[in-house]
Structures are given as structure tokens and as C-alpha cells.
């Protein structure tokens, strides 16, 4: 009679449940996970078609140079002083409306930058004006 030699088993690991690991990993991660949510330019526009009327002394022109200089009003101002010259011009004159005219090869950061300077000094109304080729 012959004996039957024993078939030795190699080590293997058992995968039956690696699809349920798997899922699991997967359900924990996507509830986990805090997905940041991007903040623009909070600017209110008027209606289309709506024509606002404002007085041209009320006017205050911001121009964002090609390196980021800013002009207010024609004038040369760092960044740092544009707050307090924008603070000067609203305690003479709350209704002034500041237009932000920014040259069409500025970076985008450069406008931002004077849009954060003009809320720094509280400035709440504002306006982007459309650059052209100069």
C-alpha cells in the first residue's frame, strides 16, 4: 500500500477581505476629508442695464502699473501709504467711489493688493475699470 505523501501548503495571505479594507479605507478618507472652499472678490455688481449716476468730483482714480507702482489721482503712492491717503480722502468726502484701473500686462496680484489696501482703509465702494492697450 502506498501512502499518500502530504501536500505542504505554501504561506498565503488571504485576500477575501481585502475588498472590504479597501471600501472601508475609501468611506473613511471621503467623510474625513475637509474640502476647502475657494473665496473670491466679494464685488456686488448693479443690474444689467442699470446706469448709476455719479458726480465726476466724487471720483478718485487708482492706476496699477505694470510693476505693481500705484498711482491715486495721478500721483506716485507706495502701498503702504495708499491706506492712509485713501483714509484722508474718505474723511473729505464719504461718497468718493475709487476706480481701480490696473495696465493690461500687471499681474493679477497687483490689483488685488489694491483692492486689500482700499478695504484696509474701509473704502466700500469701488469700481474695476476696463484697462486698454496704452
Do not use: C, W
Request: net charge negative.
Amino acid at each position: 500500500m502506498k501512502l499518500h505523501e502530504k501536500k505542504t501548503k505554501g504561506a498565503e495571505i488571504p485576500t477575501a477581505s481585502m475588498a472590504d479594507i479597501a471600501f472601508l479605507l475609501l468611506i473613511f478618507f471621503m467623510v474625513t476629508t475637509v474640502f476647502a472652499n475657494e473665496v473670491g472678490l466679494q464685488i456686488m455688481l448693479p443690474e444689467k442695464g442699470e446706469i448709476v449716476r455719479v458726480k465726476p468730483e466724487n471720483i478718485q482714480r487708482i492706476y496699477v502699473e505694470e510693476k505693481g507702482k500705484i498711482r491715486l489721482n495721478g500721483d506716485p503712492v507706495s502701498q503702504d501709504e495708499l491706506v492712509d491717503e485713501v483714509k484722508k480722502i474718505l474723511s473729505g468726502n464719504p461718497d468718493a467711489i475709487f476706480s481701480i484701473k490696473t495696465h493690461p500686462v500687471a499681474k493679477y496680484e497687483y490689483m488685488v493688493n489694491a483692492l486689500d489696501k482700499l478695504r484696509l482703509a474701509n473704502a466700500e465702494r469701488y469700481s474695476l475699470a476696463p484697462s486698454s492697450e496704452e
